[in-house]
């Protein structure tokens, strides 16, 4: 029984009909909403159909979207709760905002910039995912879950310290709790709590919606292969996959530090973004709201959390007339939608409608372990 | 004499985190979620009281009375509409709700009262600080009552929880759900005293918090919430007295951080503090060690 299952999570691919069916629909689903989200998107934009707000909602819906797959990988794939994401975010954005700023000078083409900073920042990223990673991943559930949230908080206080800044001879200063002597104001990068000012923007929607497109292509592919199919089993049972010599830890770590180097990539195209950018953005609320479109989209489906991502980004502009009321609105939105979904009862009943509505309607093809592992 | 003044508040600083860990730490254990919205309460209370007696001009003791009972209802009434429809559908589906009621009592606080910041009138005004040690020794009246009430909590909570009857059942509960129903528990009843209790005490810590640090706004509850939180993990979450250390320990590291490292890398501190003993002991400090069976 070992061997059998131990040779189907090494097989290269999984065979024929497995396949088509579940890798290639949640593909297919999964690009499809990115490019029809794209094309309908900038049409709007272009034909004057959406509004001045919306489309600066461009950029964050993007971001977002790939911070959603990258937390998906954490909390879907392997199985752990991460309240940390928007620390890895923040250390994304902020050396992407130092990276750009160094090759201003130097590199001219805006789209060259962006390439290396995102690289840099999944790098940098990437070695802070490890480094936390490593001690914390032999810890369970609602333990992970804090510490990773304490994470977050020391990212963010420690942000609210740092000093960055370039002096006239081009040369990179650090500091720590004061500001820096050889820098005048305009060579300022990052001022501690007020943080980056004068950031030259450097993201656009193309150039999001790729980072997106990339993100998906990571994941989609982790999940379908040989190492993607050792993590599942390892959030399946942990006990059956250690039996047949899986390394638990290094495939934990190896989820963990991929989706800490996508979230980072995804903060660095986020700072790009804006021309300022303070430390206080990415608190607990920050690493919750990723989380928030992981679970509304239904935990481990890649698609689900990029609509819900979407929506939710689009949603408190969207609640713009109710005005004071918005973000009480959204709460309780998020509140209904969350019982109709997960309670058992409510959730036969709506399946009972809707199969009442629309008789002859094929079942979806739901990403079934995902909703197991919650 | 400093350091003795920097240890009171710590230790007044650390009984509010306790008295909140503990509303954290019984309902983690009795239903094992983790309730984000437990640091809205204390807000809640405190406006509560903070209304009362500022605009009804009630007695400021009353009003924490009134404040009690007012966040006991409100915890209640969120067990039985948010959280109750998603029992046993796992812990993230529950955490995502909670955070949804955090974000609605905020927002309801913000409409409701403005987004200024109120300034608290302390519970006791009407005491002296005391001075001592020729006057290098100072204790306010706030840090010695918060820490006063600390420790009857505790005392009144452990008795509670091994001697009722009531309490009794709520441990039962904990222990084990299925089985407590067999012998006949009413398991709703007992998660309802729960979040009753864990709610009124939210209201006291509320009072107490802002009688020391008298700046009320709707998002006061959130940062003393999550360290809270932080310390009900920190002391093994489920365990009373676990909550009640872990509390403590944190307030003293984090006043103590403030005064003789950096203001602002206290809070860095603090959580840094928590990965380390997480790290010695994975289950907190009084945390029970859970065998895995296969």
């Known amino acids: ?188 990068i990052i001022t501690g709590a007020i943080g980056a000012t004068g950031v030259h923007k450097t993201a656009s929607f193309a150039s999001a919606t790729l980072l997106t497109a990339f993100t998906l292509f990571v994941v989609l592919n ?35 530090v991929m989706s800490a180097a996508l979230a980072g990539m995804a903060g660095c195209m986020f700072g790009q973004n804006y021309s300022t950018m303070a430390p206080a953005k990415f608190n607990v609320n920050t690493s919750v709201l990723i989380l928030v479109f992981v679970v509304l989209g239904g935990i481990g489906n890649i698609w689900g959390g990029m609509i819900a991502a979407a929506l939710l980004t689009v949603l408190p502009e969207a609640l713009r007339q109710f005005a004071d ?19 058992p009862a409510i959730k036969a009943r709506i399946s009972g409608i809707v199969k009442k509505l629309k008789p002859k309607k094929k079942k979806h093809g739901k990403d079934k372990t995902g909703k197991e592992a919650a | ?47 509560v009281s903070f209304l009362l007696t500022n605009h009804a001009g009630m007695n400021a003791w009353v009003s924490l009375l009134i404040a009690i009972a007012t966040c006991t209802v409100l915890g209640i009434v969120i067990e039985r509409l948010a959280y109750r429809p998603l029992r046993g559908t796992g812990s993230l589906a529950v955490l995502i709700t909670a955070i949804g009621v955090s974000y609605f009592l905020q927002n309801a606080a913000l409409l409701l009262w403005g987004a200024d910041p109120r300034m608290f009138t302390s519970l006791f005004k009407g005491f002296k600080t005391i001075h001592a040690a020729n006057g290098s020794l ?15 909590i505790m005392i009144a909570l452990t008795l509670f929880v091994s001697k009722t009857k009531a309490g009794k059942a709520m441990r039962a509960v904990s222990e084990d759900n299925g089985a407590a129903q067999l012998m006949g528990i009413n398991v709703n009843q007992s998660i309802s005293l729960t979040f009753a209790i864990g709610s009124g005490l939210a209201a006291i810590a509320g009072v107490l918090m802002c009688s020391a640090y008298p700046v009320l706004m709707p998002t006061t509850g959130a940062m003393p919430g999550i360290k809270a939180f932080t310390a009900a993990v920190f002391g093994g979450i489920g365990s009373i007295p676990g909550a009640m250390i872990g509390g403590l320990i944190l307030g003293i590291i984090e006043i103590f951080s403030r005064a003789y490292i950096s203001s602002e890398l206290a809070d860095a501190i603090v959580f840094a503090c928590l990965i380390i003993v997480l790290l010695i002991k994975p289950t907190g400090l009084l945390g029970k060690k859970i065998n895995e069976k296969v």
């Open chain 1, 222 to 256: 982790l999940k379908n292969s040989k190492q993607g199919r050792a993590i599942m089993s390892i959030r399946d049972n942990r006990i059956a996959g250690e039996s047949i010599g899986l390394n638990v830890r290094k495939y934990k770590l190896m989820a963990f």
């Open chain 1, 325 to 343: 009321y918005r973000m009480l609105t959204y709460a309780i939105v998020l509140i209904v939608v969350m019982i109709c979904t997960y309670n």
């Open chain 1, 1 to 188: 029984m070992a061997d059998k299952i131990k040779k189907s999570i090494n097989a290269k691919r999984l065979k024929g009909a497995v396949r088509n069916n579940q890798y290639r629909k949640e593909a297919i689903i999964s690009y499809g909403i990115l490019v029809i989200g794209f094309i309908l998107l900038q049409l709007g934009a272009s034909a004057g159909l959406i509004g001045r707000n919306l489309q600066g909602q461009f950029v964050p819906i993007c971001v977002y979207m790939s911070l959603a797959i990258a937390l998906n990988l954490v909390v879907g794939l392997s199985g752990e709760l991460s309240l940390g994401h928007a620390g890895f975010m923040a250390i994304g954005v902020f050396t992407g905002i130092i990276v750009t700023r160094i090759l201003e000078s130097s590199v001219t083409a805006d789209w060259l910039r962006l390439i290396i900073a995102l690289i840099a920042s999944a790098v940098v990223t990437s070695i802070a995912g490890f480094i936390i990673g490593i001690p914390i991943l032999g810890l369970r559930g609602d333990y992970l879950a804090i510490v990773t949230l304490a994470f977050g908080e020391i990212v963010r206080n420690l942000m609210n310290v740092l000093y960055f800044g370039l002096d006239k001879n081009g040369k990179l200063h650090f500091a720590f709790n004061h500001t820096i002597e050889e820098v005048d104001t305009s060579g300022r």
């Open chain 2, 138 to 152: 100072t204790i306010t009246p706030e840090s010695l009552f918060t820490i006063l009430a600390n420790i009857i």
């Open chain 2, 1 to 47: 004499m400093s350091l003795l003044n920097s240890l009171i508040s710590g230790l007044s600083l650390g009984s509010v985190y306790a008295i909140i860990a503990l509303g954290y730490t019984m309902v983690y254990g009795i239903s094992k979620m983790l309730n984000f919205a437990h640091g809205d309460v204390i807000m809640v209370g405190a406006y």
